[in-house]
């Protein structure tokens, strides 16, 4: 399968805890988004990167997240911290111009 | 502030017939228009996009229809089938930009009925 990947698929985690999501891209993808998205809701903008430049960070991306894309390859999201309002699914795209989706990681903070 | 708005929430279709989402939007910046078609538990999966300077876009039994002007697109399915039934999104982004971060609407629950 040559699509993007998430991985976890789901996690559950205490309020308090860090949690650490990873997404491989389509190979030769130099653009990598973060979208978080909430029932009911469209996917919001987190954070992009292009190659393993951070370019912008949303307002929704508080000093709890953070991300990476150490050598413009895969990419990881941290929460440090959680907050039941973290619940939540979050997606990551890969693009050289169209943005295509992964699966996305299920997050429940209880 | 939703930068695109996208009516209905939900919506019912026979089998055969045709389903129209509707979406519009302010920032006359945007150029790109996809719609992205969203499974339970899955991730959202690009189904046909439009560039403003063309006013109708079709693929297979998808269309879209774009109206500069009045700052709206539209999502028409013809021959609906039970397997069309997801979530749909309209979106919009400045391609132009080296940013391309999507703006989504809020979603459109579509059900076929067979």
């Known amino acids: 399968d040559t699509g993007v990947s998430q991985d976890p698929r789901h996690k559950i985690t205490k309020r308090g805890q860090n949690v650490t999501f990873r997404c491989d891209p389509i190979?030769?993808?130099?653009?990598l988004y973060w979208y978080r998205q909430t029932l009911g809701q469209g996917p919001e903008f987190l954070t992009y990167f292009q190659n393993e430049a951070q370019l912008e960070k949303s307002r929704l991306l508080s000093d709890r997240f953070s991300a990476e894309r150490p050598k413009g390859s895969f990419s990881t999201l941290e929460i440090q911290r959680t907050e039941q309002g973290d619940s939540a699914m979050y997606l990551c795209a890969s693009s050289p111009s169209e943005q295509y989706f992964g699966p996305g990681t299920r997050l429940t903070v209880t | 502030q939703q930068q695109v708005k996208q009516s209905p929430q939900s919506l019912i279709v026979q089998k055969g017939g045709i389903s129209i989402i509707n979406c519009a939007y302010e920032?006359?910046?945007?150029?790109?228009f996809p719609w992205y078609q969203q499974f339970p538990g899955k991730g959202p999966a690009l189904l046909i996009a439009?560039?403003?300077?063309?006013s109708e876009k079709k693929e297979g039994r998808f269309t879209i229809s774009f109206n500069k002007s009045a700052k709206q697109f539209s999502l028409h399915i013809m021959d609906s089938q039970p397997g069309d039934s997801a979530t749909y999104f309209c979106?919009?982004?400045?391609?132009?930009?080296?940013?391309?971060?999507?703006?989504f609407g809020r979603g459109t629950q579509l059900t076929v009925w067979p």
């Open positions: 920032n006359t910046a945007f150029d790109y």
């Open positions: 190979s030769e993808h130099n653009r």
């Open positions: 439009i560039r403003p300077d063309v």
């Open positions: 979106a919009a982004s400045r391609r132009g930009s080296t940013l391309g971060r999507l703006y």
